[in-house]
Every structure is written in C-alpha cells, then in structure tokens.
C-alpha cells in the first residue's frame, strides 16, 4: 500500500507569516508530486507540482522535495486569508503508474 | 470549456434507493476518475477510465457500486441500493494526458449525496 501522510491540523498562521506544509510519502520510486487547493464546499484544483529535488517557486508559493527523505512541502509566504483551505498532497508512484495517491490533507487557517 | 461538470449536486435519498450521479469530462480528456471524500477517509479514487475503457475499479467498495463510461463525453457513477454509510462527496475529474507525468486532474464540483 502506497502511502501519502499528512498532519491534518489545523495549522494556524497569522496573516502575512509564512505557512509551511508538509507531505511524507512510502514509495521511494515515486517521481512527480503534486499540492492541490480545495476551500471549503469546493473541488480540489491543482496550485504546483515538482518532479526534481529542490525547490520550485510560483509566486507566493515555494514546493520542495527531497527524495531522499521521502518529503514534499508547500510553503506559502506573506499568507493571506484568502489562502486559508485544505491542502492535499498527491504523489505519482513508481511502476509506470500516474495515478497518483492523494493525502487526506492538511486544513489552513489564516487569520488577520 | 465549462470544465468538468457533474449533475445533480446535491442528492437526498432514502436508503435502498438507487442512485445515480453522472458526469461530463472537460473535451479532449482521454482520462476520467471517479472519487468519494469523507471527512474519515478523505479522497479516494473508485475507479478510472482510460478512452471510455475501465482501467482500475480496485477501489469500488462492494457491488453495489457500478460505473459506466458509455462514450468520451459522458459517464455514470451508480450505487444500487444505496445506504446511509454512502454518504460522501463524489467528485469526477479528467485529464488529458499521463505520458511524463504531466496529469493534472481537473475535478467536477462534485455531488454531495446524503443517504437517510
């Protein structure tokens, strides 16, 4: 069973703090890694995705992986309220699958 | 595109009824999920289609649970008969690739059935 751990939280930030997200993962083959958004009463959609070790940075967002310790995290600078939601991380597993197995999530809590 | 869309969005049903939730792929899309989110177990893939074809349905619970993918446009989740521990958020979502692992999966906004 492959397997996508995250905290559940809440994790709470004041506005304008950083929020850091984290993601453990089992599979050590796996190769692309994936954080999606979903607010409240809405779908997930897709905010960054990574595939090499390091970090990668859209705007305000920041993904880092290291395969080695089998982590991925979201780091969202000068967070605003508007980022408060539920995080989920997915991972593709090895084996020439792409269906990726998503975490149960972490829930953000921005308050100002 | 009007994206994925899924019908009906809300769902109320008596136990025993059948149930039938029904979904629209973004155009183009070779690839359509079928999830269910609960707050216990969070987001879990049922099964998938690949060009209309069920590819992995290991995650349909019992044989209650029946889907369809009748053409590239269109597909069907049913769950017959339904019942009270069915009630979750079934979200569809589609994607237009899996080669490289570039498969952003766009969701549905989901239909949230409640089984009384």
């Known amino acids: 069973q492959k397997e996508v751990e995250q905290n559940s939280g809440p994790l709470s930030v004041p506005e304008g703090a950083i929020a850091s997200l984290n993601c453990t993962y089992s599979d050590r083959g796996s190769q692309s890694f994936f954080w999606y958004r979903q607010y409240s009463g809405k779908s997930p959609e897709l905010i960054m995705f990574?595939?090499?070790?390091g970090d990668k940075e859209d705007g305000r967002f920041t993904a880092q992986l290291n395969k080695a310790s089998q982590y991925v995290s979201l780091l969202i600078r000068d967070s605003q309220p508007s980022d408060s939601a539920t995080y989920l991380c997915?991972?593709?597993?090895?084996?020439?699958?792409?269906?990726?197995?998503f975490g149960r999530g972490t829930s953000l809590i921005v308050h100002p | 595109d009007a994206g994925v869309i899924q019908s009906p969005r809300h769902e109320v049903t008596e136990m025993g009824q059948e149930v039938t939730l029904r979904c629209k792929p973004i155009s183009g899309h070779d690839y359509l999920f079928w999830y269910r989110q609960t707050m216990m177990r969070g987001l879990e893939l049922l099964i998938y289609?690949?060009?209309?074809?069920?590819?992995?349905d290991s995650g349909m619970p019992e044989d209650r649970f029946s889907a369809k993918m009748p053409n590239a446009s269109f597909s069907t989740l049913k769950i017959q008969p339904s019942e009270p521990r069915d009630s979750a958020v079934y979200f569809c979502?589609?994607?237009?690739?899996?080669?490289?692992?570039?498969?952003?999966?766009?969701f549905g906004p989901g239909t949230r059935l409640t089984v009384l």
């Open positions: 979502a589609s994607s237009s690739t899996l080669a490289g692992g570039s498969n952003e999966q766009f």
């Open positions: 997915a991972v593709n597993p090895s084996g020439g699958s792409y269906i990726p197995t």
């Open positions: 990574i595939y090499s070790n």
């Open positions: 289609f690949n060009n209309n074809v069920p590819i992995d």
